[in-house]
């Protein structure tokens, strides 16, 4: 039936293609660029020049190679003590209005990005103007909406007038904090504040320039739960957009398949127009994101805004790169004929599935004992650790990783379970035909509930910058693992995150929200190194119901894209085995999701029977935390023979298969 329903959906697109000629019937598909930075370029002495080195105007190069749409930033006072430019005054009113008559004699369409603020407005800062800080209520509303007409009216006046226009710059948080701004713990009060002074910049957009189409610009491009969130409140609250904009980074915003899911729904749900109004150009992504874009049925793909793309698309000189026009080239010649238009692939979903029961060890100290002459035995022959495990039918080993374990706090100074220790162990669980849980720390030591410690080597990066470390760390680990012919089977991204990883930004304290994002970083750096690889969120609740059911409500809520649900078990900190059971049940029941009780030391047998019972065959198995360790897993002594614990396991394998 889906089937069907994207063929019909596909067919109608095509004949409005064939129609009106283009994707939109006032519109070509948008091939668009943000180059607020031109003024500042020209004013160091840089020299557009086209692909042939002949000077021209940047805007008459961009329009020759098909780019039809610029956007501008603007400012309120650019100019303010900690404004943009101080004593530079870019992307004030007087420098976008001379910038927009470029724009429009070269017969782009132009437009234009409200930020609302001195200096950048983005999800993590959304400062109020230095002019308005003592504004609140109404009186703050009626400058916003006194300042859009002004600015609107003066544009208009000089033949400029931007025929797109963003109420804001990507302001899923909310804008002009603190009255606008939204959080995961956001009241209807809150999101009331919000909408009202985005229906102000609406009501003066409307009055001034009422053909112009109204873009709302979240920085959500892969984030479906999130936009559908905030643009049900806009509908609720009356606000208008005639496009929906969003901010697509590799390192911010999911995989391109995660893209994909979200601009299909999207468009379908409320049936107007998609762009991907800020991406970073490059020769891999350009075609990739325009290609999703201009594949959404019925028109809806409005098209695509590289953001400051002047960085690649010329070189230091000024000069055009012509390798990179010809892809902006090519891409218009095919979207102009019809029967060369991409085709509708739906989202990849992942045919692959964890198999149970896991019985599973953790033997993240083995390298560090191996080197202190330990040698593993049972019944006094002498084996591999590995050989030993499964012979008793373990079929699972975890390993833990720091990012620099040799840092001057970090875990070891031998590098134990840093990325080239990991790597060895890795080979050899996957030559003795074993499963592999990579348990990413983000730290430098022991990460867990009482301390998450961001690694000394990114202790300077703060907010955005961070989010985009995890995401490289991530996916450059996975990728390292690839090509060592190792991948892990499944990934946890953090080490009983139950309040939150990388302290402080990634502290839970009165919102989830910073902590979110990290965690979506994680998940979509591995993802998008492969994306069969299972993903598991690991807390260490696993007898806490309540504060297990609120940090998963939170963290989905967010969009927070995993697959496994991952507890601790200590009975000392996590309550009764009657407590246990009751809580893996409930995940399991409200989540859907397979359960593993990831660490555990006592009650061995109980706690896999507890996990076989839950219900659906939804409780995957277990992993024995530092298994050959005599004070922890004690399944080997501190001769490293085994102990009569591990004759429990070719039992339990028996009995947890016949379920």
Not at 339 to 345: A, I, K, R
Request: with cysteine.
């Amino acid at each position: 039936m889906k089937t069907i329903k994207h063929l019909l959906q596909g067919i109608m697109g095509c004949l409005a293609f064939a129609l009106t000629g283009c994707h939109h019937a006032a519109q070509p598909y948008c091939i668009g660029a943000d180059i607020s930075f031109v003024p500042q370029h020209e004013a160091a002495g840089i020299v557009y020049k086209d692909t042939d080195g002949k000077e021209a105007d940047i805007c008459e190069i961009m329009a020759k190679y098909h780019f039809n749409t610029i956007r501008l930033r603007i400012f309120v006072n650019p100019e303010a003590e900690k404004g943009y430019a101080p004593g530079r005054g870019f992307c004030d009113l007087e420098h976008t209005l001379k910038m927009a008559q470029r724009i429009k004699k070269n017969g782009m369409e132009f437009a234009l990005d409200f930020h609302y603020s001195d200096t950048w407005a983005d999800p993590d800062k959304q400062f109020k103007p230095s002019a308005w800080k003592d504004l609140t209520g109404v009186q703050l509303e009626e400058k916003l909406y006194n300042y859009t007409k002004e600015v609107l009216t003066a544009l208009k006046d000089a033949k400029a007038a931007p025929g797109i226009i963003q109420i804001g710059n990507e302001i899923n948080h909310g804008m002009v904090w603190p009255e606008g701004k939204i959080d995961d713990n956001a009241t209807e009060e809150n999101w009331q504040a919000l909408m009202r002074l985005y229906k102000a910049g609406q009501k003066a957009v409307r009055e001034v320039l009422p053909q112009a189409k109204i873009q709302v610009h979240l920085a959500l491009g892969g984030e479906n739960l999130l936009c559908r969130e905030f643009l049900d409140h806009m509908i609720q609250a009356g606000a208008e957009f005639d496009i929906i904009g969003l901010s697509y980074y590799e390192q911010w915003h999911e995989t391109y398949n995660d893209l994909k899911a979200n601009l299909y729904d999207l468009t379908e749900r409320y049936q107007k127009p998609v762009c991907v109004c800020e991406y970073g150009a490059n020769p891999q992504n350009i075609r990739i994101i325009n290609d999703i874009v201009r594949s959404l049925p019925n028109g809806l793909g409005y098209g695509t805004m590289a953001w400051e793309p002047t960085g690649v698309l010329f070189d230091k000189s000024g000069k055009a790169e012509t390798e990179l026009f010809q892809i902006y080239e090519n891409m218009y010649r095919q979207y102009i004929q019809t029967n060369e238009q991409p085709h509708f692939v739906p989202p990849y979903t992942s045919q692959d599935s964890l198999q149970g029961p896991i019985i599973g060890a953790d033997i993240s100290w083995v390298p560090q004992q191996e080197k202190h002459g330990i040698r593993f035995s049972h019944q006094n022959i002498e084996k591999d650790v590995l050989e030993i495990l499964k012979e008793h039918h373990f079929n699972w080993i975890r390993w833990r990783l720091f990012v620099d374990p040799t840092a001057e706090n970090g875990y070891s100074k031998d590098g134990f379970c840093g990325l080239e220790s990991t790597l060895a162990m890795a080979k050899r669980i996957k030559k003795a035909g074993l499963k592999f849980l990579l348990d990413f720390h983000y730290s430098d030591t022991w990460a867990d509930p009482g301390k998450q410690f961001t690694p000394a080597s990114w202790k300077e990066i703060k907010g955005s910058a961070l989010e985009g470390q995890v995401y490289r760390y991530s996916n450059e680990t996975i990728h390292r693992f690839m090509k060592e012919g190792v991948c892990p089977d499944m990934v946890q991204i953090g080490n009983e995150i139950n309040h939150g990883m990388m302290w402080p930004q990634g502290k839970i304290e009165t919102s989830y929200e910073p902590f979110a994002v990290l965690l979506r970083c994680a998940s979509a750096g591995v993802r998008a190194a492969n994306p069969d690889i299972k993903i598991m969120v690991h807390i260490a609740c696993g007898g806490q119901n309540e504060e297990s059911v609120q940090f998963f409500d939170k963290i989905i809520s967010r969009d927070v894209k995993f697959d496994v649900i991952g507890q601790s078990y200590y009975p000392e900190y996590h309550g009764s085995l009657e407590e246990l059971e009751a809580n893996l049940k409930d995940l399991a029941k409200r989540y859907q999701k397979p359960i593993v009780v990831v660490e555990y030391q006592h009650f061995r047998k109980e706690v896999n029977e507890i996990v076989s019972r839950i219900p659906n065959g939804l409780g995957l198995g277990t992993f024995i935390w530092e298994a050959t360790s005599p004070m922890w897993g004690n399944l080997f002594d501190k001769t490293g023979q085994t102990t009569p614990y591990i004759n429990i396991y070719p039992e339990l394998n028996s009995t947890l298969n016949k379920n």
